[in-house]
Nanobody, 115 residues
Framework: QVQLVESGGGVVQVGGSLRLSCAAP????????MEWYRQGPGKQRALVAAVTTDGTTTYDDSVKGRFTISRDNPKRMVYLQMNSLKPEDTAVYYCHATKQRGDYWGQGTQVTVSS
């Protein structure tokens, strides 16, 4: 069974930074678009950032200019650099690999921004 494994979550103060990592060893990584979602308390899971197979990135308006998604195909890793964190960024962050034939999710990593 394919597993994506996130890491890097934790507790950080307002204005701080975290870097999330997602390992995807069981898939042909370069053929998948990679995404980060988050689900805050009492909210639905929502797309935060995405990077296509050719490296094109897109971001939700709420994180533009603060978050950066990147991928390393040889290492089969995707990253989310999060700067200038706000309390509203508190959520469980999920890694998602997607292409036409199917998709995979990680188990999530908790990010808590304290004020």
């Amino acid at each position: 069974q394919v597993q994506l494994v996130e890491s890097g979550g934790g507790v950080v103060q307002v204005g701080g930074s975290l870097r999330l990592s997602c390992a995807a060893p069981g898939i042909v990584f370069r053929t998948y678009a990679m995404e980060w979602y988050r689900q805050g308390p009492g909210k639905q899971r929502a797309l935060v950032a995405a990077v296509t197979t050719d490296g094109t990135t897109t971001y939700d308006d709420s994180v533009k200019g603060r978050f950066t998604i990147s991928r390393d195909n040889p290492k089969r890793m995707v990253y989310l650099q999060m700067n200038s964190l706000k309390p509203e960024d508190t959520a469980v962050y999920y890694c998602h690999a997607t292409k036409q034939r199917g998709d995979y999710w990680g188990q999530g990593t908790q990010v808590t921004v304290s004020s």
